[in-house]
Nanobody, 127 residues
Framework: QAQLVEFGGGSVQSGGSLKLSCAVSEYTRKSYCLAWFRQAPGKKRQGIAGIDAQGHTTYTNSVKGRFTIYQDNTKATLYLQMNSLEPEDTAIYYC?????????????????????WGRGTQVTVSS
């Protein structure tokens, strides 16, 4: 049974918004830190946002102020609200989980080993 399943990708024009969702299994939501990664064509996968069990968040510089990671009250769903999208944001977006961690302000999303991954959802931003 898939632990993480992404929804909400699609195509949007530059300057537009999209919200990605990730359904989180009951087991995973109890103790894991969650994050969003993305991989653009020809580039390595990049961690862009993370949230820990206490609600601390961290973002990579290129999305700060434009993207917001959050969970619903039950933690059954992880979200990524993406505003002011740019063509450079075009990528496959993945939801990921890692055992309990703490995100300090400014700490890289990749600081922890992620052992659960969704299949990804495509986001395309046209100019």
């Amino acid at each position: 049974q898939a632990q993480l399943v992404e929804f909400g990708g699609g195509s949007v024009q530059s300057g537009g918004s999209l919200k990605l969702s990730c359904a989180v299994s009951e087991y995973t939501r109890k103790s894991y830190c969650l994050a969003w990664f993305r991989q653009a064509p020809g580039k390595k996968r990049q961690g862009i946002a993370g949230i820990d069990a206490q609600g601390h968040t961290t973002y990579t510089n290129s999305v700060k102020g434009r993207f917001t990671i959050y969970q619903d009250n039950t933690k059954a769903t992880l979200y990524l609200q993406m505003n002011s999208l740019e063509p450079e944001d075009t990528a496959i977006y993945y939801c990921a989980a890692t055992p309990p961690c703490t995100y300090a302000v400014g700490s890289p999303v990749e600081a922890y080993p992620y052992d659960q991954w969704g299949r990804g959802t495509q986001v395309t931003v046209s100019s």
